[in-house]
């Protein structure tokens, strides 16, 4: 049985949580856009995707809050913050152009 307080889980949740939520989100706003909800388009380009985006990377601090409460999970608490540092660099690459 793995190990529950390791690195890597940590850097497995921290990554697979945003990516999911980004999912599920602009699914959400898809669908919500199709219905006709959300017709009205953005001033900025591509506000919707870096919005969505910064919102799942930032879902990563539930599950860092409910592993540092344990005081158990160090190692996955640093794998989560990783990971979101990772995703946040991932974020500011890919929207460099759309930021500043």
């Known amino acids: 049985m793995p190990q529950k307080n390791a690195l890597w889980v940590g850097l497995l949740l921290g990554l697979a ?5 980004y999912a599920v989100l602009l699914m959400l706003f898809e669908q919500l856009d199709a219905v006709g909800i959300l017709s009205r388009p953005s001033a900025t380009p591509r506000f919707r ?4 985006s910064i919102v799942a990377i930032a879902l990563n601090v539930f599950v860092l809050n409910y592993y540092s409460k344990q005081r158990l999970f160090l190692q996955t608490v640093r794998g989560i913050v990783i990971a979101t540092f ?3 660099a991932v974020w500011a690459v890919a929207f460099w152009k759309y930021i500043f």
């Not at 949580?17 to 939520?21: D, G, S």
């Open 49 to 52: 995707e870096r919005t969505l």
């Open 17 to 21: 949580l945003p990516v999911v939520a």
């Open 86 to 88: 990772i995703g946040i």
